[in-house]
T-cell receptor, first 112, second 111 residues
């Protein structure tokens, strides 16, 4: 079966600290991969998407970056976190036909 | 800027009633449309996808699409308290493989 693993599930980080969120997909090959963020009371915002290894498209300029070192691995990073980076981060992947997008369980980030 | 608009709600319906959720979108070239359900504190889960004008039924859920009016809706029949959640409308952007989401409509089903 196709599954999306995302970790860590929750983390509390001080302002200015680095960040690394990891996502892996099982059960499919060459998926499109996505990072979304959902801030409190706001909608889902697309941060990055990737159609292949090393191919990253950024939707929102900010202090976050993404990398895709392997076909089914997607990493979201920051060198220095801001308070405004707090939110619910969701990895997603297109699985199956029709470009249907499914989400991992998400990572709650609180920057203090 | 591609936009997807939803009434934020909350939409309150009694148990057993029909809940009607609506969505409009700005990208006339969009061909794929999705409804996700999100429980508080959880990630969105896919309920329905629809690609052609008309109705698509899956159990208690019916998605409706009218591309000419740029309008998508989701009907939930025999609403249950467990249906209480935020429902997100999503539109696949034409020429890309990304989704634009509405901010969601909160549905409350009272016993």
């Amino acid at each position: 079966s196709q599954t999306i693993h995302q970790w860590p599930a929750t983390l509390v980080q001080p302002v200015g600290s680095p960040l690394s969120l990891e996502c892996t997909v099982e059960g499919t090959s060459n998926p499109n991969l996505y990072w979304y963020r959902q801030a409190a009371g706001r909608g889902l915002q697309l941060l990055f998407y990737s159609v292949g290894i090393g191919q990253i498209s950024s939707e929102v300029p900010q202090n976050l970056s993404a990398s895709r070192p392997q076909d089914r691995q997607f990493i979201l990073s920051s060198k220095k976190l801001l308070l405004s980076d707090s939110g619910f981060y969701l990895c997603a992947a297109s699985l199956g036909s029709g470009n249907t997008i499914y989400f991992g369980e998400g990572s709650w980030l609180t920057v203090v | 800027q591609k936009e997807v608009e939803q009434n934020s709600g909350p939409l309150s319906v009694p148990e057993g009633a029909i809940a009607s959720l609506n969505c409009t979108y700005s990208d006339r070239g969009s061909q794929s449309f999705f409804w996700y359900r999100q429980y508080s504190g959880k990630s969105p889960e896919l309920i329905m996808s629809i690609y052609s004008n008309g109705d698509k039924e899956d159990g208690r859920f019916t998605a409706q699409l009218n591309k000419a009016s740029q309008y998508v809706s989701l009907l939930i029949r025999d609403s249950q308290p467990s249906d209480s959640a935020t429902y997100l409308c999503a539109v696949m952007n034409s020429g890309y493989s990304t989704l634009t989401f509405g901010k969601g409509t909160m549905l409350l089903v009272s016993p």
